[in-house]
């Protein structure tokens, strides 16, 4: 028998608005006067926004063709958004692109996608500008440098005359993974990513009037750019964009901005800001919306964020094929260690590990699998790899977990981070939601090597202690031996000073793996 859990009664949604240009352009007109972008002491209204758009796109407009792909390779900042939208409106293809990689992982990056242009800020301006010679890029435009927002704001000029965006065109390329290899460039259209902006509407419900984001991702990761550019954009908010994580100052942006939609994401951030001096005085209530993703959240975790602030945190679930949720909390209520139900319009289900094809009952673990209409035409010149990963119209994430009775969705572990322990199956995420009940743990990490006594593999545990806490590895080993079988207790305990994480703040379980097995330093404890 198949088991759908979907939400009860959900149709599929489709999106009001059927192109991001569209959605732009609403934007624009609806509310001119209004701030529609904050950072430092820089405010661009809707207005303002609409004509530095315009401006670029003009220019962009003479160095690409329709259909080119444009590289942005910004930080968050007042420009991303601004070439974002005018990469669209020259009816291009922006691909997004972290302007924290090197040059050496660049290159192949810009070559698999093949770029037509970048978009930098003067910071990467030499880098790009070598890369672009060496790669036979045309066009280098550095935002900050070569073009100034006020000028682009002052700029009059003609419409640009070319034809509208439709649905089916290509509106956004995402860099998968890489972590392994060579990213997977993930491709969504207009209606594709519209949808999903309206399927996130609905999982982490927005009043429209007012709201104001603080937004922390990357904007050219999926999560960031959805949930700080795309949504807060399709309400009319605005956004309040910081120089970079730091706790003390997010805290004080989120008093000062009177901040009611915090896109905080994976647990590193909300640990961050708990470790925050001035937490504790802030005036959070205008706060109203704090959604967590990205990574697997640690319920201890949550209950110290909910006892700090008197906030709730809701989890969501996706990835950057899904443009970017499944499934969430904040509808279909918190329930410790889930990531909620899925999403109006979106199905999840769980399946055998060895065919994938069997429908498992409630309760029992298997890969995730996810469908809607907001999900990746596939990846970008790789018709193997899509095949692989979308099938029978669902896309396999690698994700193991299950649902309960009642329709909410689990997630246990990656499929490619479970541990093989004396013959058992391990799941790194139950051992480090135990780690973090200890009093004196703020983070943990746990992976698997290879165990030469056993021919297996034995389990590791990073641990970060809590600000002013000491932390004794025999004392971690003996909690867990008191509260998991044998084959479930780490072999070895270290304390750092903090984990490593990814550009788009979460664990970084292969740099884990590397300085388990002693090919990278971690600072000690």
């Given amino acids: 028998m198949k088991h759908d859990f979907s939400l009860p009664g959900a149709d599929r949604q489709e999106a009001p608005v059927a192109t991001l240009s569209a959605l732009f352009d609403h934007a624009v007109a609806a509310a001119p006067d209004k701030a529609a972008l904050r950072r430092f002491d820089a405010v661009l209204t809707y207005r303002e926004l609409g004509r530095a758009v315009e401006a670029l796109a003009r220019r962009l407009a003479r160095l690409v063709e329709p259909g080119d792909v444009v590289a942005l390779l910004l930080p968050n900042s007042l420009e991303f958004p601004i070439a974002y939208f005018a990469a669209l409106k020259a009816l291009a293809i922006p691909a997004l692109l972290n302007p924290q990689y090197p040059a050496a992982q660049l290159a192949p990056l810009l070559r698999e996608a093949t770029a037509r242009a970048v978009i930098c800020a003067p910071a990467t301006r030499d880098m790009v ?7 036979g890029i045309p066009s280098v435009v550095c ?41 997977k460039i993930v491709e969504h259209t207009h209606g594709r990513l519209a949808t999903g902006v309206h399927c996130i509407e609905h999982a982490w419900p927005m009043r429209g009037e007012g709201e104001v984001f603080l937004p922390i991702a990357p904007f050219t990761h999926i999560y960031g750019f959805a949930t700080g550019v795309l949504v807060p954009l399709s ?13 003390e100052l997010v805290v004080e942006l989120l008093v000062r901005h009177r901040v009611t939609f915090f896109g905080g994401g994976p647990p590193a951030i909300y640990a961050g800001l708990l470790a925050a001096r001035n937490l504790g005085s802030a005036d959070l209530s205008a706060l109203r919306m704090c959604p967590a993703g ?16 008197g906030l709730e945190i809701y989890e969501g679930y996706g990835m950057s094929e899904m443009a970017p949720i499944s499934a ?8 410790p260690g889930s990531v909620g139900k899925p999403i109006p319009g979106g199905d999840v289900q769980v399946v055998d590990l060895e065919t994938g094809l069997r429908v498992l009952p409630p309760g029992e673990k298997g890969e995730l699998r ?7 035409t596939g990846y970008r010149n790789r018709p193997e790899e899509t095949a692989q990963t ?25 499929k490619k981070d479970v541990v093989f322990v004396s013959g058992f199956n391990v799941f790194p995420r139950e051992v480090e939601e135990l780690i973090h009940t200890h009093r004196s743990v ?11 006594r056993t021919g297996g593999e034995r389990l590791v545990a990073f641990v970060v202690p809590r600000t002013g806490e000491t932390v004794d590895p025999t004392e971690i080993s003996r909690y867990c031996a008191g509260r998991l079988v044998s084959y479930k207790c780490p072999s070895e305990v270290r304390v750092v000073e903090q984990l490593p994480i990814t550009a788009a703040h979460k664990l970084d379980h292969v740099a884990l793996r590397r300085a388990a097995r002693g090919e990278q330093e971690l600072c000690q404890g």
């Fill in 143 to 183: 935002l900050g440098d070569d073009v100034m927002v006020p000028e682009l704001v002052a700029e009059a000029g003609a419409a640009l005359g070319l034809r509208a965006a439709t649905p089916s065109d290509s509106a956004a390329l995402l860099f998968s993974g890489g972590t392994t290899g060579l990213p």
């Fill in 370 to 376: 996810v469908r809607g209409p907001h999900m990746m």
């Fill in 390 to 414: 979308i099938r029978d119209g669902f896309i396999y994430t690698g994700d193991i977990g299950h649902v309960d009775g009642d329709g909410f969705v689990f997630i246990t572990d990656r």
């Fill in 328 to 335: 969430a909390t904040a509808q279909s209520g918190v329930r």
């Fill in 235 to 247: 309400v009319c908010g605005e956004i309040v964009i910081p120089e970079r994580f730091q706790p």
């Fill in 442 to 452: 703020a983070m943990a990490g746990v992976v698997g090597v290879p165990d030469a």
């Fill in 294 to 309: 990205g990574a697997p959240f640690p319920v201890e975790l949550m209950e110290r964020w909910r006892h700090a602030t």
């Fill in 129 to 135: 500008t070598g890369l672009a010679g060496d790669l």
